[in-house]
């Protein structure tokens, strides 16, 4: 193998991992205690409509109740 074959591999594996970075972020992330709770529900509610449009029936699902359980209202 040489080395601009190895570069690529890396660069690849690099392209690949951080698509992953943004969604685990947002989901660690948690509101101050003083914030107003609905604009993370209403976040929420449409990451689980993005993620239900992909196909992903059980992250939309997680999501929607995650919603649910910040504004059941």
Not at 3 to 15: F, K, M, P, Y
């Amino acid at each position: 193998m040489h080395a601009g074959a190895a570069v690529s591999a890396q660069a690849s594996e690099d392209l690949t991992a951080k698509p992953e970075q943004p969604v685990e972020a947002f989901e660690s992330w948690r509101a101050p205690s003083n914030a107003p709770e609905s604009g993370e529900a209403e976040a929420l509610a449409a990451l689980g409509e993005a993620a239900l449009a992909r196909g992903e029936a059980r992250a939309a699902r997680d999501f929607i109740e995650r919603a649910l359980l910040l504004a059941p209202d």
